[in-house]
């Protein structure tokens, strides 16, 4: 079985859902599939990336059991979504649900020459750059607080394989103003 963890968001309503609600059926429609959930963070709202793009995020993290391989479950992933409105029209855009495959396991895919220069990219062009193949560890997995918080509340000792840091420490090194914006979400 593969250990995957999903980062999930949503800034934009699906149909008459809030985000949160999108959220919370993507966690049901996942649980209906070939996938045991393992645990889920709480959900939290985040600013908007890149700032003044839109309207703040609802974001968590949830880690899955499966055989599938991390293709078929990019796929799964990408069908859920569809589900709830997910219209790929911009890159970093809004959206009604994003889940984002950013980790399997110790898995360095589909090479480390290729993580590396996806991991290297700079800022400029990574908005402009769409990988053709799956990149994992998510190549700017440490980098986003939006990302590690959640992922903290279910894996903070998941280790980075290339980085070799656990979630725990990739969120302790961003900056204190990269997470002064993360609130918990009470329900």
């Known amino acids: 079985m593969n250990d995957f963890y999903i980062a ?19 966690i049901r429609d996942l649980g209906q599939r070939n996938m045991a959930i393992e645990a ?8 908007c990336f890149p700032a003044g793009a839109g309207p703040d995020y ?36 809004m959206r009604t649900l994003d889940l984002d495959l950013v980790a399997c396991g110790d898995s360095v895919l589909p090479d480390l020459e290729t993580y590396e220069r996806w991991r290297t990219l700079p800022q ?3 908005r402009q750059a769409t990988p053709t193949d799956l990149i ?8 986003r607080a939006f990302v590690l918080v959640p992922l903290r509340d279910i894996a903070a000792q998941w280790r980075h394989p290339v980085l070799k840091l656990t979630v725990t420490e990739m ?6 103003e990269a997470l002064a914006d993360i609130v918990v979400l009470e329900y």
Request: charged fraction near 20%.
């Open 40 to 47: 889920v963070s709480s959900f939290y709202r985040t600013p």
């Open 171 to 176: 969120c302790n090194a961003l900056a204190p």
């Open 58 to 93: 609802v974001n968590a993290a949830i880690h899955l059991k499966s055989d599938l391989p991390s293709k078929d479950m990019l796929s799964q992933l990408h069908e859920i979504e569809a589900k709830h409105g997910r219209e790929r029209l911009e890159r970093w855009g």
């Open 124 to 126: 400029d062009a990574q």
């Open 136 to 143: 994992l560890p998510h190549p700017r997995l440490q980098d």
């Open 8 to 26: 999930m968001g949503a800034n934009l309503p699906s149909g008459d859902s809030l985000p949160s609600d999108t959220l919370q059926a993507a």
